[in-house]
């Protein structure tokens, strides 16, 4: 049998349509996005995750040219919001605005729906920031050891809120009562917003709030802070002293980063990287973060994968030792 042999004309049609094909994948990756992005975040309206995310949102809707819609799925320590996502299209058209439980969730919740490691591909480190022990300005305590003394005469009395199980405010407080030695009791809510409207009425005794959420009712005068969470003070709280300064070790910081399902293709990753990055340096964007304990990273992606890799490490063998377990 005789090879089959191609004239040049047939391979000048292979090099035409390999063209064509290459040219349609460049049109397809430029013309994204052409429709809204959904940005999900997993705690309810009101606290410090969704300030940032709707902040954030407006600048992105501006560098991308489509609307950027925060979509608020709270419930399970984040579980919820974070799993809708898992189990979105790989497009590019549907992110999540990730927090300190998206570290700690695979340490503390044995039967996830999705696999951390596996599910999401990285987009941006936002920022990091301390959380804030507060109270009502009429709250007896006034210090760190007066919450601590408090709470060692009588056992599982005080009571301090959270976002939800899983959340930088619910471990907070679990290493506070480790560190410390004493018992309090956790009350947690479907965001930081429900959390922080009891404990300005009166069903909760304190929280350790992000900064976020905290910081314009610090402002107000409604909450008095006691103590930072970071190993020293806040340069935007520079009067309130650092936690660890009277619980030796205690060391907490929340963050903010955005994941997009795996297999989101890599072009689109790096055309939201860069207007995530261009919307967290904008004036606006400074204004309403930095004030509030917030200090901007907005890396590449890989700052934000090798990031929370360490906090997940980290949380696993605190959450082990001390034997932390979801309320």
Known sequence: MQPLRFGSGFTRLAAWAAAAWLSAGAALAAAYPDKPIRLVVPFA??????????????????????????DNKPGAGTIIGTDAVAKSPAD??????????????????PRLPYDTDKAFAPVALIGKGPNVLVVRPDSPYRSVRDVIAAAK???????????????????????FTNLAKVEMTHVPYRGAGPALTDLLGGQVDMIFGTAAAVSTFIDSGKLRPLAVTTAARSPSLKDVPALADTVPGYVVESWYGLYVPAGTPADVIARLNAATRKAAQTDDFRKKVESEGLVISAGP???????????????????KENNVKPD
């Open 45 to 70: 309206p009101g606290g410090g995750t969704d300030l940032i995310a709707r902040t954030l949102a407006a600048g992105m809707s501006k560098e991308l040219g489509q609307n950027v819609i925060v």
């Open 153 to 175: 005469a009588s056992p599982g009395k005080l009571t301090y809120a959270s976002q939800g199980n899983g959340t930088s405010a619910h471990l907070a407080g679990e290493m």
């Open 92 to 109: 590019g058209y549907t992110l999540v605005i990730a927090t300190f439980a998206h570290a700690v969730n695979p340490s503390l919740q």
């Open 301 to 319: 992606p890989a700052e934000l994968d090798a990031y929370v890799r360490a906090e997940e490490a980290r949380w696993r063998k605190v959450v």
